[in-house]
């Protein structure tokens, strides 16, 4: 069963910075490519970033620029990075596979505003 468990949100202003970590054990997580969502009360999962095994990364064009996904295969970690942060990035953020999503997380609130 996989178990993921998400941290690093928190309460920052426009323009600041969040680090988010990613932990997800029952998989070979370095055979799996790993990405973060953002969701906001009553609407779906989007995914914002994603990652492969070897490190090629995709963006949405909303965080394009902004944010920076990454990870660590020996330690099992992905994070995302995530820069001049907006009011409208404000969601409760999530790690899981890109494509065929395990269950999910508890996720981490992540709040943007002045």
């Known amino acids: 069963q996989v178990h993921i468990v998400e941290s690093g949100g928190g309460f920052v202003q426009p323009g600041g910075s969040l680090r988010l970590s990613c932990e997800a054990s029952?998989?070979?997580?370095?055979?799996?490519?790993m990405g973060w969502y953002r969701q906001d009360p009553g609407y779906a999962h989007e995914l914002v970033a994603s990652?492969?095994?070897?490190?090629?990364?995709h963006y949405a064009d909303s965080v394009q620029g902004r944010f920076t996904i990454s990870r660590d295969n020996a330690k099992e970690r992905v994070w995302l990075q995530m820069n001049n942060l907006k009011p409208e990035d404000t969601a409760v953020y999530y790690c899981?596979?890109?494509?065929?999503?395990?269950?999910w997380g508890q996720g981490t609130q992540v709040t943007v505003s002045s």
């Open positions: 899981n596979h890109p494509t065929s999503v395990w269950d």
């Open positions: 029952g998989i070979i997580f370095s055979f799996e490519p």
């Open positions: 990652v492969t095994p070897s490190g090629t990364t």
